[in-house]
């Protein structure tokens, strides 16, 4: 049974948000969260965000 990262709550009733990092061996898996409140909740405990920025690749 997967758990949201942020609450703790099943994830298998939900379609859930998946948060990857990119690191220098590909990319690992950040979190997994039930709805787009508990990411963002997680994200301001967390400061997970800060530093991060977009890109486009073309």
Known sequence: MAECTYCEQDLEQYDAVLVDRET???RTQEGAFCNYGCL????????AATGACCRIDV
Do not use: H, P
């Not at 963002?40 to 400061?47: Q, Y």
């Open 24 to 26: 220098d061996d590909g």
């Open 40 to 47: 963002s909740a997680w994200l301001d405990e967390t400061d």
